[in-house]
């Protein structure tokens, strides 16, 4: 019972904050149109990450003074998809960067898309 709650709760979280299929992103990452990146904070990536994400935690855009230049160095024009680790933050890094003048989706949190996506290693940034 307990983990039909969670997956409930996951497939809710991803349909509250992708307008996406996590898939379809997925896809144009491989193939190098887009960059997936993974707000989530250093103890949270112990857990694991989707393979090809690049870490960018939330916490180095809002203290870190130089975090556009390198984000935009990082992104070179690609389609930008976020996510961490149940899509709330991801939402809020996504209107932080809007504000900056950058576009980006949010695909929602880890909790649901290792199930969907395969997991790798760290892309640190």
């Known amino acids: 019972m307990k983990k039909i709650i969670i997956l409930l709760l996951s497939l809710l979280s991803l349909n509250l904050f992708a307008g996406i299929d996590p898939k379809v992103a997925y896809g144009q990452v491989k193939n190098g149109d887009a960059v ?3 707000v989530r904070e250093a103890d949270e990536i112990k857990a694991g990450m989707i393979k090809d994400a690049i870490w960018f935690p939330m916490s180095k855009i809002t203290t870190g003074s130089d975090w556009k230049k390198d984000f935009q160095e990082m992104t070179k024009g690609k389609k930008i998809y976020l996510h961490c680790r149940s899509g709330a ?3 809020k ?3 932080i960067l809007k504000q900056n003048g950058i576009e ?4 929602g ?5 290792k199930n969907i996506l395969p997991i790798g290693e760290p892309g640190h940034r």
């Open 93 to 95: 890094v996504m209107n």
């Open 104 to 107: 980006s989706e949010n695909l």
């Open 36 to 38: 997936l990146i993974d």
């Open 89 to 91: 933050r991801s939402e």
């Open 109 to 113: 949190g880890y909790i649901t898309l």
